[in-house]
């Protein structure tokens, strides 16, 4: 399975284990790499620049021939952390970096200093060219199959159309979930894929064995679309608490999203407590539970190694 991306981050397999906030670990990368993919942890899943830096020195001692691993950064003003995120991989090192949410032109230049290779998520064409033109390595097409914050295009429409447009490689971001899936990806132009629900039943993910059997126990027809976590349509399992909640913003919040001034700060707080509520849910069993998925769980059956989900998807 050689393709641009194999030969660009030097992997066996031309698949990226997504980052997955409060899912991905150093545990989980690491198994990836050993079986021959790419592993790729949000730097907001650490709460203080040294606990990254620790992350990326224990990856750099477990990396292996056939494997790769790297970061997620959020670049838009809603991270606070990220300048000092962005210096600290840099320091430090390592494969690439995938950055969403914003503009990753300071991300692209500081990062190809440092050797790092720089991975941007695009949901069109438009965005797309951007990043082309800022020196982005690849694009990481972000279709209406993914989980969390989705694009609106299908992963044939989207990838197809990045792939006649664009010089450099189109990662598919959506809708894998077997081998099957991939190749579909693959015949469409795609260089690779991302995926990451399927990792989420894995049984080095760092979050409760609720969480984990609720991957296996819901299908993809129990994935809805809700506007109560970040603020931004983000798609999570129809569990009955997120039914009694309900999936639409509130008034106030709509009123206030209006309000130019006071826009960019509800948008900051939104995020914030949203990202709260999911890390209780992630790490904490409760009956108030928002556990975000995409439609592949369709797919787990389930609670394995990574390994043995690698094995799945590639053979």
């Not at 990838?159 to 579909?184: F, H, M, R, W, Y």
Request: with cysteine.
């Amino acid at each position: 399975m050689q393709t641009k991306l194999t030969e660009l981050l030097n992997i066996k397999y031309p698949v990226i284990q997504a980052p997955m906030f409060l899912v991905s670990n150093v545990a989980m990368v690491t198994e990836a790499m050993k079986a021959g993919i790419a592993g790729c942890i949000p730097a907001l899943n650490y709460r203080t620049l040294e606990e990254l830096r620790a992350a990326i020195k224990a990856l750099k001692a477990n990396k292996v021939e056939g494997g790769s691993f790297g970061f997620n950064l959020i670049v838009n003003k809603s991270n606070i952390k990220y300048k000092g995120q962005l210096e600290v991989l840099c320091e430090e090192g390592c494969d690439f970096i995938i950055t969403s949410l914003g503009s990753p032109e300071e991300t692209i230049k500081q990062a190809h200093k440092a050797g790092i290779k720089v991975f941007c998520d695009v949901t069109d064409l438009r965005f797309a060219k951007k990043v082309e033109s800022l020196g982005a390595d690849a694009a990481i097409a972000v279709n209406n199959e993914a989980g969390g914050h989705r694009g609106n295009m299908s992963p044939e429409e989207l990838t197809s159309l990045l792939n006649k447009e664009l010089s450099i490689p189109v990662i598919s971001a959506g809708g894998v979930g077997c081998k099957a899936d991939i190749d579909k990806m693959l015949s469409y132009g795609a260089s690779g894929v991302s995926v990451g629900s399927p990792f989420i039943a894995s049984e080095e993910a760092g979050v409760t064995d609720e969480y984990k059997q609720a991957c296996v126990d819901y299908g993809a027809e129990d994935i809805v679309m809700t506007e109560r976590i970040s603020g931004t349509p983000c798609t999570v399992i129809n569990t009955p608490y997120v039914q009694k909640i309900g999936t639409k913003a509130t008034w106030i919040e709509n009123l206030l999203n209006k309000n130019r001034k006071l826009k960019k700060w509800v948008k900051m707080i939104r995020f914030s407590i949203g990202m709260k509520a999911t890390e209780k849910a992630a790490k904490k069993a409760t009956y108030k539970t928002v556990w975000v998925a995409g439609p592949s769980i369709e797919h787990t059956k389930e609670i394995l190694p990574v390994k043995a989900i690698v094995a799945k998807l590639v053979n």
